[in-house]
């Protein structure tokens, strides 16, 4: 099935309200677990010497749960949308204090402004968004360094009409319409695992592990470090 692409943002109020409010936690504790694991020995303790960038945060429900798990951690989530920032923005502020050592900020790729190595790049659901995926390969080369580690997990295009169809029934029949329609655009928009691994090639991001989850995931994962870049 041809790649159709979408907005690459979702500025759109009442569909970022949405969007926040269902219910991703099954999934979302499940990026946070093999995140954990990716970090082995270094995830130990409460992160005191870890750094975190979570690239296309959105509401901020990953970040959120990376600042929980590691507290003394810098946890920075990026996202171009500035509904989906305020919504973020919002819970941070319901308790400061507990989230001392999380940031938003809006930010657009490609962006200068993404400098210095951090321990971790973390996105989901970020690489469909994008109609050109090399700013989103060049982004996670800017915050690399010795030891940084990445964690992407996002949709894969179905094969055809019908399975899109059938992913769509299955995972959001009871969803607002807004977020079936949306989710039906993301399958189409998303790269299957050739068109990364062919991505990871040009960009010269040789060392990741990329494999398909279930019937409509991709996760790719690994250390990307600063000599195997091109």
Known sequence: MERICEPELMED?????AYAAADFSSGDRAVLGRIDDLLGSLGTGDGERLSFVDLGCGPGN????LAERWPKASVLGLDGSAAMLAIAERRRRADPTAW??????QQRLPSRQLVGACSAVVS???LHHLHDPAVFWQSVRQLSGPGTQLYVR?????ASDRELEDLVHRYAASAPE?????????????FTRAEVLAQLEAAGLKGLQ???????YLEIHGP???GRLA
Not at 62 to 65: A, G, N, P, S
Not at 100 to 105: E, G, I, P, S, V
Not at 178 to 189: F, P, Q
């Open 13 to 17: 109020v009442q569909q970022a309200e």
């Open 62 to 65: 990953i970040t959120f749960l």
């Open 100 to 105: 001392r050592h999380l940031r938003f900020r």
């Open 124 to 126: 989901n659901s970020l």
């Open 154 to 158: 996002d949709l894969r295009r179905p």
């Open 178 to 190: 807004v977020l079936r329609r949306d989710y039906g655009h993301s399958l189409r928009a998303a």
């Open 210 to 216: 990329v494999r398909e989850l279930d019937d409509r």
């Open 224 to 226: 990307s470090l600063p």
